[in-house]
């Protein structure tokens, strides 16, 4: 680790899948070497809409961390830990809830989508409608400079920065660093089924932890062009989930450009596409669920890992932390 | 200390004074010897509409404890505590919020009528619109039992236990213990001025920290009853400032029953009144008075005393903590 920090994360609310990993883990993978990367597994922001379902975030937790082992993040190189165990945060957020209005938060986009998802309205637990300062604690906490995100998920980087400034602009020095976002290069995965994008929970996804029966199954039922009757009919790309997959998966875009044209024209079956993104598929998960097996071996020691991790961005939390409260006159 | 368990506290944005000293520190002597009492000095909680102003918080959390002191509140017999030094009420509250919604927040009473006097409407900061569940666990985090407060605040007592009916329904266990309201029998005393309550900011209040001279000269331009004009003229007892606080210090409540007797008749004039009432607040306060001036002579000893408190404090809430961790499967 050295140089600047990113935070970055997940809410353990289920495996991960394929959309995270063309989305984000791989990117992640690429940053561990470069970057000062502080990985959260959000079990704390897991809970503001699961108070009825703790076994699924506990359950998660561990699934998710061998997720992030299996795809090659290294605790060595990052500091992978889990939310509740760094209590800072928590208090963080207790501070940062007075410099920000119930009408600011009720003004964000991103928690105004989800809360009409889950049709929550004015019932909405007001832990939930917080999360975003809950956040802003995350990514503070370390001081992070960047942190990767997609498009949906900037106004939760703006709601960061508007804390920052109030804090530093309030008790006149830079206790607070500003973070920018990296944002995602790859487009998000449709479904299998073609309806919306690949989810966590909504029975649409495949799971990195899936075995390679699970994988051929899913691809053989992958949504394609319903308009595709017969081999001989010209099919469309646009909305073809297998297509969509390839463009993430497939190295030979030349060959997949070439295959597209025949498609379009007619004459090739969903068959040998399937076939073609199965074979790309099986080369690049199975050696992450040869690992995620190995690690899933020994719980106990990932969650060791797990521990270790917490401890270390404790340690850096803490003095953020120490800082805070002295600039808020809380030095004891 | 031993016994049922008591949360009191004040938040630190004043000295104390006379009304506190009548309706609550008095009785919190009494109590001290029968219950394991918990005072809270909530320096977090008094943050949450004073971002603006931290000097005001800081500089009163000595003040607040001097009158503790002064009054006679033994650091060994009660916990004395700073909230903040207690960072697992943070936490509590955190995994509350998920238990509130925000619909059941805005239809609090209390908190409706404090956003009225501050003028906060829908700018009202996230922090102080859900003070009430950072109070269920300043209460919960003790098991406490009882709670000593006016009439104004019992919507509080309904909030906390319905988040302990919540969590312990959710959780299926009594993980978290009911409280119930201790309710003052002392009304709540006018301001000197005779405008409303004695306030620890609208400039009407007597200090327990106010030296003889100051005390005299309150008393001497206190409000009595403008139509009262010459001694002759018969007096109005109800809304006379001097005479509410004979009916809370006057031990001799013979003497005092003839003394309005005499006032409503007319022929007793404002200065003999005003004469008695100095006598018992000078005899009642000038011990309080010398104490606290002892006490100011080591504040860092009175901070010691604090985080002493705080540290005993600590220990009961980390065991609150871990049991409700462990219903919500944090425990890792």
Redesign the interface.
């Known amino acids: 680790m050295g140089g600047d920090v990113i935070l970055t994360g997940d809410r353990p609310t289920g495996p991960l899948h394929l959309g995270h990993y063309a989305g984000s883990l791989k990117k992640r993978v690429e940053l561990q070497d470069k970057y000062d990367q502080y990985i959260l597994i959000a ?2 922001q897991a ?3 699961n ?2 379902n ?2 699924k ?2 359950d998660n ?1 561990l699934k998710v961390a061998l997720d992030y082992l299996a795809v090659g993040l290294d605790p060595d190189r990052n500091a992978i830990f ?1 939310q ?2 760094v ?2 945060i ?2 963080l ?3 940062y ?7 600011r ?2 003004r964000n986009p991103t928690v105004k989508d989800e809360m009409k998802q889950k049709g929550f309205g ?9 999360y975003p ?2 956040q802003a604690a995350d990514i503070t906490a370390f001081r992070a400079k960047y942190v990767p995100v997609g498009a949906d998920q900037l106004p939760m980087i703006e709601q960061t920065n508007e804390i920052v400034d109030k804090f530093n602009s ?2 006149r020095r830079e206790v607070l660093v500003r973070c920018a976002p990296l944002l995602s290069d790859v487009a998000r995965l449709p479904g299998i089924d073609g309806q919306g994008k690949m989810g966590k929970s909504t029975g649409n996804a495949i799971f990195l932890k899936d075995d390679a029966e699970t994988l051929s199954k899913k691809v053989r039922m992958m949504y394609t062009d319903p308009l595709h009757l017969r081999v001989s009919d010209p099919g469309h790309i646009k909305g073809n989930t297998v297509f969509s997959l390839l463009d993430a998966f497939d190295p030979d875009k030349a060959g997949l450009a070439e295959l597209k044209k025949q498609y379009k024209r007619g004459g090739l079956g969903d068959v040998p596409v399937k076939d073609r993104l199965l074979r790309f598929l099986e080369a690049e998960l199975s050696p992450i669920r040869r690992k995620r097996a190995e690690f899933g071996k020994d719980p106990g020691e990932v ?1 060791n890992m ?2 270790k991790g917490s401890r270390k961005a404790r340690e850096v939390a803490a003095r953020v932390l120490a800082d805070v ?1 002295s ?4 030095s ?1």
Do not use: C, W
């Open positions: 079990d704390m809970l503001t809409d108070v009825g703790p076994e975030v506990h937790v889990i509740s165990l209590p800072e928590a208090e957020t207790m501070y809830l007075n410099m920000v209005t119930l009408a938060l009720q004015a019932n909405v637990p007001a832990g939930f409608l917080t300062v809950s309030l008790y969650m797990l521990k409260r600039a808020l006159l809380l004891y």
